[in-house]
């Protein structure tokens, strides 16, 4: 097969007077006298190459002249200067194969405006527009500058299970993997016996890689999981999935206040890194999705997180001029509303809470000295809310027993994460940041399932 260069090396090269091979889809179309004006891309880049097919090739008229939006093509021509408005270039092709027709009667993707919700219908199609075509890219490009910050700050990466028997977040919203037949049951005292299970135990999707990854943390020093995890939480919301990513680090020797440090510097990293490296795409963004989206993002690197306790959040809510649909008083779980009327109103950058109360919080955070709040941190960013969530953990054997205990969980099943304790303990601390949320800040997107390729949410896994 003969070698092709992709459009978005030949549009940023421009080399000319050059024969070259690209492969691609079919955006448009126009005809003139003796000519066909072929828009194609390959999905390299939001651009795509225009094609000039002459009515003397040997299959303009059986092929060239019948193709439409969505069919699929190899050009050979030479690369020449474009007289046209808004091109440098252009392929004058000396040889066009079609590899896949596209009927217009039923190809979906014509050239008109289609919804989001509408192209959530055909999740396998809208790679091929241009703001799906321009979500993937830039998450390709957070995925990789992910790596490269760990990577580069000394951090080795963890692959955590993605079965697990432990429920991190002690909320119990789990999907059970099993392997029984689910129409015969085995039961014992009124319940299913797991025993009979493949893994001799009750076991579930993972929620969070996070108490794997301090188990390496203790044994490497800075690690960090990459992965996708799972809440079986009936919440249809433009802010939750089913199955997302989560980037999860952990670090020994590392108290609350260098935690904090470690995910700003990580924000403002991934922000940076696609600024710089996906400017076309967030360029398009900035012009449909949100006029606003270039200032947010300069707002984030520009500018210091605001930090504040949670008990200095919570008076600041109170005194809040304006109606929340949930009450605020200490102790409460802060809620969207809540969070997004600190980054967007009150101090309009991004805010580091702190200090959460124990009570709302998960057993593994460190107790601070009061007794009632744990050395936690929400990082919350205006437009999205919590972004970040992360704390010290409790690296103390006896007072994480208690808190084991004070919430109810079955101290068997963690005994190795209490060795952890048992044997050369040392502080740490770590976060997760939840991926589809940073493309949806760093693209505008208002809801989470326009930046996955195929979203998992209550009644929907279709693809």
């Not at 690209?22 to 126009?30: A, E, M, N, P, T």
């Not at 000519?35 to 040997?58: E, K, M, P, R, Y």
């Not at 014509?110 to 703001?131: C, D, P, V, W, Y």
């Not at 606003?292 to 109170?318: G, H, M, P, W």
């Amino acid at each position: 097969m003969e070698k092709t260069q992709q459009i978005k090396t030949i549009l940023s090269e421009k080399p000319v007077n050059r024969e070259i091979t690209v492969r691609g889809w079919l955006k448009s179309k126009r005809d003139s006298k003796g000519f066909s004006f072929l828009d194609v891309t390959d999905g390299s880049c939001l651009n795509g190459l225009q094609i000039l097919a002459d009515s003397s090739l040997s299959n303009y008229h059986s092929d060239i002249s019948r193709l439409t939006t969505g069919c699929s093509i190899e050009a050979r021509g030479l690369l020449l200067p474009s007289p046209a408005k808004g091109q440098t270039v252009e392929l004058h092709a000396k040889a066009i194969n079609v590899y896949g027709w596209a009927p217009p009667e039923s190809y979906p993707l014509q050239k008109k405006h289609q919804s989001f919700e509408f192209l959530r219908s055909i999740a396998h199609l809208r790679g091929r527009t241009n703001s799906l075509g321009a979500v993937a890219r830039v998450r390709s490009r957070l995925s990789w500058a992910i790596h490269q910050f760990f990577q580069e700050r000394g951090f080795f990466q963890i692959h955590t299970p993605i079965i697990t028997t432990s429920d991190c977040e002690g909320a119990g919203e789990m999907f059970t993997v099993t392997s029984l037949d689910l129409q015969k049951l085995p039961v014992a005292g009124g319940a299913v016996d797991y025993c009979q299970d493949f893994f001799g135990r009750q076991a579930s999707l993972t929620v969070s890689g996070q108490l794997e990854a301090e188990a390496y943390a203790l044994a490497l020093g800075n690690v960090y999981t990459f992965g996708p995890t799972f809440r079986a939480e009936n919440s249809n919301t433009s802010r939750h999935l089913a199955e997302f990513w989560m980037v999860e680090p952990e670090m020994a020797f590392c108290d609350l206040e260098n935690d904090m440090n470690i995910a700003e510097e990580l924000l403002k990293f991934l922000i940076r890194d696609c600024m710089e490296n996906c400017a076309q795409d967030i360029d398009l963004f900035a012009r449909f999705v949100d006029k606003n989206l270039t200032a947010k993002l300069l707002n984030v690197v520009q500018y210091d997180f605001i930090r504040i306790s949670y008990s200095e959040a919570i008076s600041k809510l109170e005194k809040a001029d304006m109606h929340f649909t949930f009450p605020v008083a200490w102790g409460i779980d802060l809620q969207s509303e809540h969070e997004r009327y600190l980054a967007e109103k009150l101090f309009q950058r991004p805010v580091i809470v702190t200090d959460y109360p124990k009570g709302i919080k998960p057993f593994y955070m460190r107790l601070n000295d009061d007794g009632k709040t744990v050395a936690a941190m929400d990082i919350l960013f205006p437009g999205i809310g919590e972004i970040i969530g992360g704390s010290q953990r409790e690296e103390r054997f006896e007072l994480l027993k208690n808190r084991m205990e004070e919430s109810g969980i079955t101290l068997e099943n963690y005994q190795w994460y209490l060795d952890l304790r048992r044997y050369g303990t040392v502080p740490h601390a770590g976060f997760g940041l939840g991926f589809e949320r940073i493309i949806q800040f760093v693209t505008g997107m208002g809801n989470i399932r326009d930046v996955i390729a195929f979203p998992r949410t209550p009644g929907s896994a279709s693809v």
